[in-house]
């Protein structure tokens, strides 16, 4: 009967540790490699945090929702200010206060955050997609600009970003134009087949 009780555990501690580790998956993509969100964090991390911190389990556009993607913002910024021994050290500051008092109005600035009015969240929900609009994975026509497409490629084939290097491949050495029509559609391919 112990063993029983014993692979119980194991299963629910290597299942907490695969969905935390899809939540770090998620938060490295966003915050590394996509390349709409690397330049503009705000951009559709209130649905990220929505989905992978709330579990759907609170409304969509709660102000729970918008103070912790914008607590998460902020500190992926301040962790970034930081040298490599403060961080070993454990000398960070996680205060709240770094969070503004106008947490809402930061993300749905941006178009791809625009909340849905209840009708439309109302339809969406019901509608017989897997893809949501209000969800993480909906793909806006931002994210789908050549330039959009080539720079999540760039940072999706390198691990500077990790190390605080230069990339081994860059936007100036990755000359679309002088392509030729095949060779443009083969490298489309290959880019959408890692995406």
């Keep these: 009967m112990e063993t029983v009780e014993v692979l119980r555990r ?14 770090r998956k998620n938060l490295d993509f966003h915050f590394m490699i996509n390349g709409a969100s690397v330049f503009e964090n705000e951009f559709k991390l209130d649905a990220l945090v929505w989905s992978a911190i709330f579990h759907e389990k609170v409304p969509r556009y709660s102000d729970r929702v918008y103070k912790m ?17 403060e961080i070993e050290a454990g000398m960070i500051d996680w205060s709240v206060n770094r969070v503004p008092f106008n947490c809402r109005e930061r993300f749905t600035r941006i ?21 949501k609009k209000y969800n993480y994975n909906y793909r806006h026509d931002e994210e789908l ?33 002088s392509m030729n029509s095949k060779e443009k559609e083969e490298f489309a391919y290959r880019m959408q087949q890692e995406l």
């Design 145 to 177: 600009t050549d330039d959009n497409m080539m720079r999540t490629f760039i940072n999706l084939n390198t691990n500077a970003h990790f190390k605080g290097k230069d990339k081994s491949v860059r936007e100036d050495t990755l000359n679309i134009d």
């Design 69 to 85: 993607s914008s607590y998460l913002m902020e500190h992926h910024r301040y962790l970034k200010t930081l040298k490599f021994t």
């Design 10 to 23: 194991h299963k629910k501690l290597e299942d907490i540790e695969n969905y935390l580790f899809a939540i």
């Design 111 to 131: 178009k791809a955050n625009t909340p849905l009015s209840p009708e439309e969240f109302e339809n969406e929900f019901e509608s017989p997609y897997k893809t």
